[in-house]
């Protein structure tokens, strides 16, 4: 982090002058429209998935509740891939419409899925879970006595909807589709893939193109800058509020859906985990089934392994440190402490490879002065201690994906009461005890969802990956980029698949616990 | 140093000594940060394995970013070769100082002067050409002349390119600046992007793909994704290609534009003698003939048997401009093409 920032204190080069002549309204323009289209996005597809599976009956609606969740396993990357195989001017689609209708290039009107309205929908379609999740929780930890009460009050579902559980969600729906905009800015392949110049890509054609290290990293810094001035904003707009729930832990009922409510609740439910999974998912399927035995092989075992445990390992240690933070901001709410939590979740909004950059240099750095002391000292070449090794790989992805893992265990804590511990504690518990009677039990929901979405990101992560890995370490991910920018993407079909299932073992395993947190006994 | 007692010393030291990582010890292997994908270089390092009986260890990742890693970790970098894609990287990290010069006669009469660094800090592997590719059945090939002529009124809305985000868009054009000149050059990319048929997108396939389809009528791709195209298992990639040809443009000039992969010695490398002869190996015949097998990339030297794709090419004139001035005009090739609107 303080790499970054600490390049906004060399000299702006010419390379400014440049950008500010020629690219860089376009790269604002076009990552703020993507940050707008992504966020409304996310926030319809999320929040009526969620409504949908929390609040009412219909049937499917089990199915769904975990369903909605599927497109997570889906790197965004891998989605443009699929969709523009389907949907190019080449691909099958537009072809059998030619060929049915003799029409020829520019005799009828088709989307072009390659640019920014295709870069919105892509990134919609595999962020809205973000939400989903989230706000799912929070509607179903909502006070059924509140939500009773507006019901009884004559108000409509669709009135205690905008009126009482959106506003009881929001701390949810902003830590879902903050985290969803912040991938959204720290996305590279899908712009790249799609043409569409965002500050990100500018990012790296400073770096890559102009070799413009510095400059680059001070764009960086100003995209930083602009995250945490809206986290800042955010928190400051709700102030004092607070969302505690003051729940007997009461059954609640489901609104009960149908004849074409309910048809129009499953077509919807269905067409979004159409779009956003099977769609895409099939299309690997088949090309991946193009020579799937050849590839099948010791080396491809190796693969799963690593990215399994790498992303298993990581979630752990990522989940550790954000309990960590969160009872810290808890306990001393001060406004330093919650200035230092926003700052360690800005990294989330960050590329990949800068992470990764400003992970590797100060740990070269300080591995090389360890081995200049043990060298004057001992006489002994330590060589470099942490560099190149799975250690710093795991270090970086905590740096990177903290703030999903503190979001989502912070929203669970902000919903326990201070007053609850301090009842706890003047009855005679311990704090261990409050810890393990109250706490745990509360936040189990919020703690496993936490795990579950650092694993999930782990296992898609490419850029820090790329750089950091020890020698002779290969993940899926990994794999899948080599092959897809050699721009062969049949055959990067069958290690994007691996992705996509090995995503969803962890996705099935914990949103069964996850699901049947309150309506279990239905 | 008084700190520490002579018996907490050789305990430090022996701890120290446990848990360093046992490759940078090794001599018998040479390490590797390659931004050639793994499955075009790895088979090759396998086989020098078993000829030599030398251990290769690899991480592959963006050549600016392993130049990075290379930099930072300085003097103690395991890294022993450095192999990037494109001349840009070499040349960058000539400039960075990572790359020390190897004084072998062996290298330089493999290797054509053009195609490595004049004070010998790296060497050009492969070459990677940049051609016209057009529809057969709505152009004839000699409408097409020159790189230059693409610019011209008659293109206007026909003409498909992948993004200025890509190197070889880079290189191509830093080609140009070198041998033509700015003036030219800013005034040829004003013709140039102004006949594109639709915004850049994708990559060269896409753009091969799109000539197929008829979305435009010629495109400006590198020849190897013509020839993955035409050996591909996928049907719909065979059918595109075959419904495009191959055209080499400035032939009766400066020759089709070229850029390499190649390979340079870190001033880090632990293992000199076996990182030279591992280069060595790349630049063997063996070595140069897979190239052109696996990938359709052409052989540095034109004594080389190539694949039967590349056979049906025909041969062809590559520019003669040291590669070097690829690196050097990268970034004001960059600059041209943003204020032309190349997006």
Known sequence: MLVIFASLLQPFSSAWQHLFDTVLTDYITNSLLLMAGVGVGTLVLGVSAAWLTAMCEFPGRKILSWAFLLPMAMPAYIIAYTYTGILDFSGPLQTALRDTYQWQYGDYYFPQIRSLGGAICMLSLVLYPYVYMLVRVAFLEQSTAVLEASRNLGKKPWQTLFLVALPMARPAIVAGVSLALMETLADYGTVAYFGVSSFTTGIFRTWYGLGELTTAAQLCAFLMLFVFALIMAERWSRQRLRFHHHSAQKKMVRLRLKGWRSALAISVGGLIVFLGFILPATQLAIWASVGWQENINGDFFRLLFNSFSLAAIAAIC??????????????????????????????????????????????????????FLSTTWFDYSTGLLISGTIGL????????????????????????KPSIDESARSLGATPSRVLSRIHLPILRTSLLTALLLVFVEVLKELPTTL???????NTLAVRTYELASDERLVDAALPALAIVIIGLLPVLLITKSILNERFSNE | MAIFTPSARSFLSAALLVITPLYAAASDEVNIYSARQESLIKPLLERFTEQTGAKVNLVTGKGDA???????????????????????????????????????????SLIPGHLRSSDNQWYGLSVRARVIVYAKNRVQASQLSTYEALADPEWRGKICVRSSGNIYN???????????????????????????ARPPAGGDRDQIKAVASGQCDIAVVNSYYLGGMILSEDQAQQTAASKVALFWPNQKDRGTHVNISGAGITKSAKNVQLAEQLIAFLAANGSQEWYAERNNEFPVREAVKVSSVLESWGPFVADKLNVSELGRNNSAAIMAMDRAGWK
């Not at chain 1, 309990?323 to 979740?345: C, D, H, N, P, Q």
């Not at chain 2, 103690?76 to 001349?87: G, Y």
């Open chain 2, 170 to 196: 880079q290189s191509l054009v830093a080609g140009m600046i070198a041998s033509q000149g700015m003036m030219k050059t800013e005034g040829w990319l004003k013709g140039f992007v102004g006949n594109f």
């Open chain 1, 393 to 416: 790989l795991v270090f970086a992805y905590l740096v990177r994906f903290l703030s999903v893992a503190l979001n989502t265990v912070d929203s669970g804590l902000t919903a326990i």
């Open chain 2, 66 to 108: 392993l130049l990075t890693r290379l930099k930072s970790e300085g003097m103690n970098s395991p890294a022993d070769v450095l192999l990037t894609v494109d001349a840009g990287r070499l040349y960058r990290a000539q400039e960075a100082n990572v790359l020390q010069a190897i004084k072998s006669d062996e290298l330089n």
């Open chain 1, 318 to 371: 990522c989940l550790m440190v954000a309990v960590f933070l969160a009872y810290t901001k808890r306990a001393f709410a001060s406004r330093m402490e919650l200035g230092a939590v926003a700052i360690a979740s800005l990294g989330y909004a960050v590329p990949g490879t800068v992470i990764a950059v400003g992970v590797l240099i100060p740990v070269a750095w300080l591995d090389n002065q360890i081995d």
């Open chain 1, 467 to 473: 750089i950091l890995r020890p020698f002779n370490f």
